[in-house]
Structure formats: C-alpha cells, structure tokens
C-alpha cells in the first residue's frame, strides 16, 4: 500500500499564502485521481480538492479560486498552492488516493495509508 508524506504546513496570517506537498512512497503515474483533503478535530474528514492523471482538477466550492492543486507524476508528488488563506481554512492537510466510481464525492475507499498530515493554521 502506497504511503503518503504530507508537508509544508505553519502559521499564517489571513490573506497569506502556504504551498503543501505530499510525497508518495510509489509511483502515482497510474492513479487516477490525488486528492487533498482537511480535517478540524470533532469534525469529518473532507476532500478540498483533486487532480486526475488526465490533468482534471476539481475544488471544493470553498476554495475555488484561491487553492490550486497540481501533480507532478515524474517525481511521485503532489502539491497544493493555497492563496488569499482565511481562518476557516484552518486544518490538518492530508492526501491520498480516492477510489471508486463516485470518488469525489463518496469514495469507496483509498489507496494509500493516511500520513500524519500538514498542520495549517491561519490566524492573525
């Protein structure tokens, strides 16, 4: 099972800006869909953004915009640029693999193990 090394993550002051980068244990180039995801404790997991192998992106309506996810096949890594940052945006930061039919919006599973996550935190 593929792992996945999530980093970048700090301090920010609203409006500011944090690039995350996910670093997989194995090749990404078959994969179909990387995604982002965030979670604030007491609260579900949920997806903020994804790129498919074809070049697709696709964002949650929050975020449209202002992050900008990008994957770089070749080095089996994973990046998300986050600009114009709001405190609401505050979350641990994670990526993986969704897998399914429906793998943006329920995903029947993941491919990799969850990493540790990036911690961001917007706050002034």
């Known amino acids: 099972q593929v792992q996945f090394v999530e980093s970048g993550g700090g301090l920010v002051q609203p409006g500011g800006s944090l690039r995350l980068s996910c670093a997989a244990s194995g090749s990404i180039f078959s994969i179909f869909a990387m995604g982002w995801y965030r979670q604030v404790p007491g609260k579900q997991r949920e997806v903020v953004a994804a790129a498919t192998k074809g070049g697709n992106t696709i964002y949650k309506d929050s975020v449209k915009g202002r992050f900008t996810i990008s994957r770089d096949n070749a080095k089996n890594m994973v990046y998300l640029q986050m600009n114009s940052l709001k405190p609401e945006d505050t979350a641990v930061y994670y990526c993986?693999?969704?897998?399914?039919?429906?793998?943006?919006?329920?995903?029947?599973?993941?491919?990799?193990?969850w990493g540790q996550g990036a911690l961001v935190t917007v706050s002034s």
């Open positions: 993986n693999a969704p897998r399914g039919s429906m793998w943006w919006s329920a995903p029947e599973g993941y491919l990799g193990l």
